[in-house]
C-alpha cells in the first residue's frame, strides 16, 4: 500500500488569479518583502497497490485524466510506502 502526494501548480505562463489576491492580502497584512503567490493544489490518495511501478503509473494516470487540467497545469508526485498501524 502507498500514499501518493501529488502536487498540482499552474503553468509559469497561466495568470494566477488566486495567487494576486493572496499576494495582496499578505502585503496589507505588513508581509511587504512578499513578491509573487502561486496557488496550487496538493492532494493525498491511498493506493492499495503493492507494486510501486504499477502504483507510479495509477498516480500518472490519475493525474492526466482528472486531477490536473494539463494544458494549464503542471503536476508531481512523490509515492511512500503506507506503514502498517
Not at 10 to 28: F, S
Not at 57 to 65: L, S
Request: aromatic share 8%; net charge positive.
Amino acid at each position: 500500500m502507498y500514499i501518493a502526494k501529488v502536487y498540482i501548480t499552474l503553468k509559469p505562463t497561466v495568470n494566477d488569479p488566486q495567487g494576486l489576491t493572496i499576494r495582496g492580502a499578505l502585503h496589507t497584512l505588513g508581509f511587504s518583502t512578499v513578491q509573487e503567490v502561486r496557488a496550487g493544489k496538493y492532494i493525498e490518495i491511498k493506493i492499495e497497490e503493492n507494486d510501486l511501478v504499477k502504483a507510479r503509473a495509477e498516480v500518472q494516470d490519475m493525474c492526466k485524466k482528472l486531477l490536473a487540467n494539463t494544458v494549464i497545469e503542471n503536476f508531481r508526485f512523490e509515492l511512500e510506502p503506507l506503514k502498517a498501524p
